[in-house]
């Protein structure tokens, strides 16, 4: 296959770097692609199906090193890229997602100077005339920007009542290296459209757009401004959360100055303890916040990694529990930092998450179905027959078990169940809606980052009281579902005598055929373990489910709570576990 050229209709890569930078992507892009398609297509043309199957493990590991060397190059978007696509478990083998899944977005740091005229030029006027002081030495630089701590000049410290801040710029350039980037992306994203082998299972054009919103929105300072004040608007008269003010006269698109709210890092367990504070009291604080942004107020931050959160201590009695005051007064709250990347559960997947968890009550494979479609999981070709089958094969193999036998069920079965599920749902065409991801990003960063503070912590008991108040807000809803399929039924039954009169009419003219769907092909190595199609889709619906009903002493409580536990297990062993 020979190298593209770039497309000179695009300005981003008019300049001789961006048509170099563009090239290379493409060219890396391409390669690799020839590589699949020698393997994957024409070798089994030949009847040589074994050689691509022997070498993929490898060949797969061969392209993620790659792009990881490439990444580290390149900097800019392509580090965002493999922080991405490791997180696209639904789409991509882990062989790909755990080369990348440790590529971090640190870089070398742009000189002050550089920093210094960029600021400059966007805030209009020298720093010495906005800040005392500017820490020349960064506190963070990443692909897209960097961080600096600095004292604001006697004028804006007395309009704002701040004194420590921080300065964080983009990195200069940044945004004509993200136009090259999301250009040459877009053009292996068409390419991808047109062949076959992936387009049945995954929508290549609308991922890259979905991660091209989701940058754009990155590199503007003021969205990310915007996402700060609306984060500290829900916690506004929650003492238990903490968040930096904005200096809005002094920030641009490329330009923030935030109040500097550096404090003990939530999983630093030794400077907890040395400011009197106790890991496992901190846990179950973070586990409610987090759900009360996921289910309560529905915008969220999707990157609660420890970095971004700290435990900060205040003064005695200037502390409070939960928002309704129910609870004790605590010395400390939790400060959250870095607004650029939030996630929002809208109405449709809320209603989405609704149905899948009234279908798993009834243990309806097809409303379960139904239920993936509405939430934008399910691609056009995908076999339904087949997921029904999965989806009950799952309740079949786990709807006798409790949670606390789960416990004890022997780590490799996990193993080859979380190898099964790969295969399976790499190999089904449908893919997790951003929103959906970025709901699994948090929720499974909240529980690591919980366990880490208390190694007991249960994360069942911190979901319940959240799931309750979801379904009480929805049972009016889920009666008229109820309604909804009694009125489906009764129009299946009115249509049923002409369906009938067609079956029988094509039996006697020898026009009816029967079609063997290719998930038959599969079945055989499904049907060793359960097949967890639900996954991170279905964690939220079925574990809002099971610690409903289990609180309400249900007996189908059990059996929605083994359901979601199963999912997300995946999600936080499958990456760790060893083959």
Do not use: C
């Not at 062989?95 to 640190?106: F, N, S």
């Not at 004292?151 to 007395?158: I, K, T, Y």
């Not at 022997?410 to 193993?415: A, F």
């Amino acid at each position: 296959m020979a190298s593209p050229r770039p497309d000179e209709a695009h300005p981003e890569v008019r300049d001789r770097a961006g048509r170099a930078r563009y090239r290379r992507i493409l060219r890396f892009a391409s390669r690799h692609l020839a590589v699949t398609w020698w393997f994957e297509l024409v070798l089994p043309r030949f009847g040589l199906r074994w050689v691509a199957e022997r070498t993929r493990a490898r060949r797969m590991q061969r392209f993620a090193r790659g792009f990881h060397g490439l990444a580290l190059d390149l900097g800019g978007l392509m580090i965002k890229v493999g922080q991405y696509l490791s997180s696209r478990l639904d789409v991509l083998p882990p062989e790909i997602t755990k080369e990348l899944e440790g590529l971090q977005d640190e870089v070398t740091p742009v000189p002050f100077p550089e920093i210094r005229a960029l600021a400059e030029a966007e805030l209009g006027m020298s720093l010495d005339r906005v800040f005392a002081s500017v820490s020349p030495e960064p506190i963070a630089a990443a692909s897209l920007g960097q961080a600096h701590r600095a004292v604001l000049g006697p004028v804006d410290s007395a309009d704002t009542g701040l004194r420590d801040v921080v300065l964080k710029v983009q990195r200069p350039g940044i945004d004509r290296i993200v136009d090259v980037d999301l250009a040459a992306l877009r053009k292996v994203g068409g390419w991808l459209s047109h062949v076959r082998l992936v387009y049945d299972r995954v929508d290549a054009p609308a991922l890259v757009e979905e991660f091209a919103r989701t940058s754009l929105e990155e590199i503007d300072y003021l969205h990310e401004a915007a996402a700060s004040a609306r984060f500290a608007a829900d916690f506004a008269d929650d003492d238990r959360v903490g968040v930096p003010d904005v200096v809005w006269e002094r920030s641009t698109r490329r330009v923030l100055v935030l109040e500097d709210v550096s404090a003990i890092k939530i999983t630093d367990a030794e400077g907890l303890r040395a400011a009197g504070i106790d890991p496992a009291e901190v846990a179950p604080v973070f586990a409610a916040v987090m759900f009360d942004q996921l289910f309560g107020n529905g915008f969220f931050h999707a990157d609660p990694h420890p970095g971004n959160i700290f435990v900060t201590p205040v003064e005695p009695g200037g502390s409070a529990g939960s928002a309704d005051g129910v609870e004790p007064q605590r010395p400390w709250r939790l400060t959250f930092i870095d607004f650029g990347m939030m996630g929002e559960v809208p109405a449709g997947t809320r209603n989405g998450l609704r149905q899948l968890l009234i279908a798993a009550a009834s243990r309806d494979g097809s409303g379960m179905v139904n239920a993936m479609r509405d939430l934008g999981v399910l691609l056009p070709t995908a076999d339904t027959v087949g997921l029904e089958r999965a989806v009950t094969a799952t309740f079949a193999r786990f709807g006798g078990m409790g949670f606390a036998e789960l416990r004890e069920v022997d780590p490799r079965e996990y193993r080859e169940f979380a190898g099964q599920f790969g295969d399976l749902i790499r190999s089904l065409p449908f893919q997790l809606p951003e929103d959906f991801l970025l709901v699994l990003r948090a929720v499974t960063l909240t529980s690591g980052v919980a366990s880490a503070l208390d190694p007991v912590f249960n994360l069942w008991d911190s979901v319940e009281p959240y799931a309750a108040r979801l379904v009480r807000d929805e049972r009016g809803n889920a009666v008229q579902d109820v309604a909804r399929r009694a009125a489906d039924a009764v129009g299946v039954a009115a249509r049923l005598p002409g369906r009938l009169d067609h079956l029988v009419g094509r039996l006697e003219d020898g026009t009816l055929e029967v079609g063997s769907p290719r998930i038959e092909r599969q079945l055989g190595r499904i049907e060793r373990t359960a097949r967890r199609v639900l996954a991170a889709v279905l964690f939220g619906g079925l574990l809002i489910a099971g610690a409903v009903l289990r609180a309400d002493g249900d007996v189908l409580g059990t059996v929605l709570m083994v359901a979601s536990a199963v999912p997300l297990l995946y999600a936080l062993l499958a990456g760790r576990l060893p083959g």
